[in-house]
Nanobody
Framework: QVQLVESGGGQVQAGGSLGLSCAAS????????MGWYRQAPGEQRELVAR???????NYADSVKGRFTISRDNAKNTVYLQMNSLKPEDTAVYYC?????????WGQGTQVTVSS
């Protein structure tokens, strides 16, 4: 069983920056695709950024150029650096690990961007 623990959420003013971290238990991290998703009130959960095991990344159009996903396989940790934050980035952010088409999710961390 994989457990994902997120940290780093909080409140920031528009234009500011926040960094999120997600630490994974278990031994499959380096072989897994990792991602960040977010869900705003009344909205569906949406992809923010993903990174495959080989380092390939993809981003939602709304965050390209502002957010950066990275990973440290030695620490079983994936990161999301968020710059130039906008009020519309306000949401609960979830860490995702996908391995052999099985999804594991973190508990979520709140990010609030005030105007």
């Amino acid at each position: 069983q994989v457990q994902l623990v997120e940290s780093g959420g909080g409140q920031v003013q528009a234009g500011g920056s926040l960094g999120l971290s997600c630490a994974a238990s278990g031994s499959i991290f380096s072989k897994s695709d990792m991602g960040w998703y977010r869900q705003a009130p009344g909205e569906q959960r949406e992809l923010v950024a993903r990174m495959s095991g080989d380092g390939t990344t993809n981003y939602a159009d709304s965050v390209k150029g502002r957010f950066t996903i990275s990973r440290d396989n030695a620490k079983n940790t994936v990161y999301l650096q968020m710059n130039s934050l906008k009020p519309e980035d306000t949401a609960v952010y979830y860490c995702n690990l996908r391995w052999r088409r099985i999804d594991f999710w973190g508990q979520g961390t709140q990010v609030t961007v005030s105007s």
